[in-house]
């Protein structure tokens, strides 16, 4: 079935270090990919997306490249603050499965000042 | 502020009983999703609703059922309660059930089973 993976976590990291949290999927179907983003207490929140193979999605200094041929989406950044801690999601949706999401584990990020 | 609201934020609630959890959409959009949130499932799709119909299920337990009205809000109903409840549980919704339209999240329901 359809189903992503995500780099286990928690990441621990410096501010100012570069970020990368791996993500891979499997689908039957061409998937939109996205990433949220999970504060502390909080619901999710949309971070970025790609609808299409070769697409860029970025938002605040995150970026992340939708690679059909090696089927990943993994999410950069390359400062970190000390704001970027929380939890980040990497998901999948097809509109043949009614759009749902379906989630990876997520990744624990801290970063220390 | 994603414009999704779930009322309420946290419930307690012991074995056996019945609840009923309240989502309220994004202005203008029709599509509701539920999802439960446990740190031994991880976050998991229930339920989806588009203009009233239902329309995907997920992993939902024959115990758990949900509605979504004429005027779009959705309601959880949770019964027969157990101590594996316990989780947080969100809404979200969208315009439609697209792939490429983003969902947007409520900051969900803690549901407390004692």
């Known amino acids: 079935g359809d189903s992503v993976t995500q780099m286990e976590g928690p990441v621990t990291l410096s501010e100012e270090a570069f970020l990368t949290i791996n993500c891979t999927y499997t689908a039957t179907g061409y998937p939109s990919l996205f990433w949220y983003v999970q504060y502390p207490g909080e619901g999710l929140q949309l971070l970025l997306k790609a609808t299409k193979a070769d697409d860029k999605g970025s938002n605040k200094g995150f970026e992340a490249t939708y690679r059909k041929e090696t089927t990943s989406f993994h999410l950069e950044k390359g400062s970190v603050q000390v704001s970027d801690s929380a939890v980040y999601f990497c998901a999948l949706s097809l509109t043949a499965r009614g759009g749902k999401l379906i989630f990876g584990q997520g990744t624990e990020l801290s970063v220390k000042p | 502020d994603s414009g999704v609201t779930q009322t309420p934020k946290h419930l307690i609630t012991a074995t056996g009983q019945r609840v009923t959890l309240r989502c309220s959409p994004r202005?203008?959009?029709?599509?509701v999703y539920w999802y439960q949130q446990s740190l031994d499932q991880g976050l998991q799709f229930l339920i989806q609703y588009y203009n009233g119909e239902e329309r995907a299920k997920g992993n939902i337990l024959e115990r758990f059922s949900a509605q979504q009205f004429p005027d779009l809000h959705s309601e959880l109903n949770l019964s027969s309660l157990e101590l594996g409840d316990s989780a947080l549980y969100f809404c979200a919704s969208s315009v439609a059930p697209d792939e490429r339209q983003p969902q947007h999240f409520g900051d969900g329901t803690r549901l407390s089973i004692l």
């Open positions: 202005s203008g959009d029709l599509s």
